[in-house]
């Protein structure tokens, strides 16, 4: 095998995707801060009862497992970053208040996710604590929001839903945990023919009222409203009620903060995990890729299997699919070239520029110079025994 072949999935950053990523990075780090979000940076690896304590079944399989030389235990390279910060605001901090956090950093999958899919996405996310009011939810979909609009992504789709509404349609049939774990993966995948097989022994009102959450997709607003669907279509329970009328308050509220948002839709058929998420759920959703650009939502008692259940609500994105998706790439940074001359006044004037943030190429000497990210349009030359920057091209005598 060619020792420079990488597995499955996985590959290698190069100069100008990686300067486009860390530019995104370092942007939204510095949104995040300004809305009051405290950095934290959790370990690539833990014993995986802490990293996968309440995790469901398809995180447990996207995570690498190893045995721990040092101790015998089992250890996991994390999948997904939420449950460390829910550790470490449950357990480290142990705050009595609010806590916002955030971070970024690269998680890895057994399996990619889709087939273009890499291995290794870089998360970037935030997560808010100790709130459970609607007010939580509208700070975490604005900033949402601003990570999206950052991204420079162009006619994204933000859909909201919510995680107890499956529960909530069902309620008195008596349904399993089990076959309601089932009924939200087969939804989130729009898998009808699995839900009518999986509902086969239900009350036929029980069936037509999980099937309608199929159609339930489109518009906020106007006339054919999915809230006005629903409310006529679902049980009118209250439980339905108050999932409809928290969706519709919800909604209220974002319009009136948010305008740059291109298209806010509800689907909800769009249910994530059964055992993790408890509230809002929201997805973005761009043209050409498959799969949501960004996902978050409420999940109120992360941190209870650390020992501290409370409100936590949070998003998190995959920076590299993000630049990729990216309609505009950013031109290659100027620079000037100089000379490689053993002169301390070159130095001098080369420190002070770079001091400056101008980018100054030496070259090198009997080497060929190549470079992506970078196009020299001036250089620096001596005349009169100074050195000055002038445009590549710049006549010689008018140097004098």
């Known amino acids: 095998m060619s020792a420079w072949l990488l597995p499955e999935s996985v590959a290698d950053v190069l100069p100008s995707e990686a300067r486009r990523i860390e530019e995104l990075r370092r942007s939204l780090l510095d949104r995040f801060r300004v809305y009051g979000y405290e950095l934290v940076m959790p370990p690539m690896l833990e014993y995986t009862e802490s990293l996968l304590g309440n995790a469901d079944a398809s995180l447990n399989l996207q995570t690498f497992k190893l045995l721990d030389q040092a101790s015998g235990r ?14 470490i605001d449950a357990h480290i901090l142990n705050r009595k208040g609010v806590t916002r956090l955030c971070y970024c950093g690269p998680v ?16 970037c996310g935030a997560e808010l604590y100790g709130c459970g009011g609607i007010e939580a939810d509208l700070e975490i979909l604005n900033l949402a929001v601003d990570t999206l609009n950052l991204s420079g992504l162009k006619g994204y789709r933000l859909a909201l839903s ?27 995948q729009k898998d009808r023919p699995a839900l009518e097989t999986l509902l086969a022994g239900v009350s036929g009102a029980c069936k037509a009222n999980v099937l309608a959450l199929l159609s339930l997709y489109g518009s906020v607003g106007g006339g054919n409203c999915v809230l006005n669907r629903a409310a006529e279509t679902l049980p009118r329970n209250p439980k339905v009620g108050a999932v409809l009328n928290e969706l519709r308050t919800l909604i209220a509220r974002l319009q009136e903060t948010v305008s740059a948002i291109p298209a806010l839709i509800l689907d909800l058929a769009d249910l994530a995990s059964f055992d993790y998420h408890s509230g809002l759920i929201f997805s973005a959703y761009v043209e050409g890729c498959p799969n949501a650009v960004l996902r978050g939502g409420r999940y109120d008692d992360v941190g209870a299997v650390y020992g501290r259940a409370r409100p936590a609500t949070g998003f998190s994105v995959d920076l590299r699919e993000l630049v990729s998706l990216q309609a505009v790439h950013s031109k290659p940074k100027t620079a000037i070239r100089a000379p490689w001359v053993y002169d301390t006044e070159l130095m001098a004037v080369i420190r002070e520029l770079r001091s400056q943030g101008e980018v100054v190429l030496q070259s090198l000497p009997n080497t060929a110079q190549e470079e992506e990210e970078f196009v020299c349009d001036r250089q620096l030359v001596q005349a009169n025994a100074v050195w000055k920057v002038v445009p590549i091209g710049m006549n010689q005598e008018k140097l004098k």
């Open 74 to 87: 089992m250890l996991g390279l994390r999948a997904d970053t939420t449950p460390q910060v829910a550790r």
């Open 108 to 123: 890895l999958h057994t399996q990619a996710l889709g087939l273009h899919n890499t291995r290794e996405p870089l998360q």
């Open 162 to 188: 919510h995680a107890g509404l499956l529960a909530a349609v069902v309620d008195g049939e008596g349904l399993t945990d089990s076959l309601i774990r089932r009924l939200h993966d087969s939804l989130a």
